[in-house]
Structures are given as structure tokens and as C-alpha cells.
């Protein structure tokens, strides 16, 4: 089992940063695949960023590369998501993810067995 808490939302106006936090219990948090994700009110749930376990393999949503970094610290056991340059089309409920397999790839949130319960990010124009 593996619990996830997202902190660092908050309101932010355009063109300001953000750094969201994901804290994992458990021992084997190094194992794990990790991903962001978002839900804006009405819209389905998007992919925004994802780690591999070993930190070596980085994957980012198109609409958000060069403003987006995901990093992890497995002694800490906890994931990333530095958010510069934001944007109000970023506004969104933020989600961390865990999975320990990834038959199709990091991006689908198929592959995650564990989410949090979300962090708010507001971002005004």
C-alpha cells in the first residue's frame, strides 16, 4: 500500500510559479513509477508529467514542456512538479499518481494503482 499527499497548490497569478509536493509512505517508494495529472471543472482527467522510478526517464504533456519539471527525491520519498511561466488554462485540481508497472507507458493513468486527494491550482489572469 502506498499513500500519497499532494501539497503546494494555491492561487498564483499568471505568469508565476508553483512547486507541488507529493509525499509517499511506504518502503518502496523507489519502485514506484510517479505521475501528475489534472482535472479541470467539466473536463476529463489529463496527464501533465511523469518519472520513472529511477529518476532517469522524464514525460511531459505538450502543453506544458519548458514550464513543467518533475523530479523526485527517493530518500525523502517524495515526487515534484516545479510549475513556472503558469498559465489560467493550468487552473486545475492536481493529482500525484503512483504505479509500479508500466505495460503502456507512463502517461495513461492506467498504470497507476495509487492517487492522492488532490491539491488546487488557481491561476488568474
Known amino acids: 500500500q502506498v499513500q500519497l499527499v499532494e501539497s503546494g497548490g494555491g492561487l498564483v497569478q499568471a505568469g508565476g510559479s508553483l512547486r507541488l509536493s507529493c509525499a509517499a509512505s511506504g518502503r518502496t517508494f523507489s519502485t514506484y513509477n510517479m505521475g501528475w495529472f489534472r482535472q479541470a471543472p467539466g473536463k476529463v482527467r489529463e496527464f501533465v508529467a511523469a518519472?520513472?522510478?529511477?529518476?532517469?526517464?522524464?514525460y511531459y504533456l505538450d502543453s506544458v514542456k519548458g514550464r513543467f519539471t518533475i523530479s523526485r527525491d527517493n530518500a525523502k520519498n517524495t515526487v515534484y512538479l516545479q510549475m513556472n511561466s503558469l498559465k489560467p488554462e493550468d487552473t486545475a485540481v492536481y493529482y500525484c499518481?503512483?504505479?509500479?508497472?508500466?505495460?503502456?507507458?507512463?502517461?495513461?493513468?492506467?498504470?497507476?494503482?495509487?492517487w492522492g486527494q488532490g491539491t488546487q491550482v488557481t491561476v488568474s489572469s
Open positions: 518519472i520513472s522510478w529511477s529518476g532517469g526517464n522524464t
Open positions: 499518481a503512483a504505479g509500479e508497472f508500466a505495460p503502456y507507458g507512463l502517461t495513461t493513468g492506467r498504470i497507476y494503482d495509487y
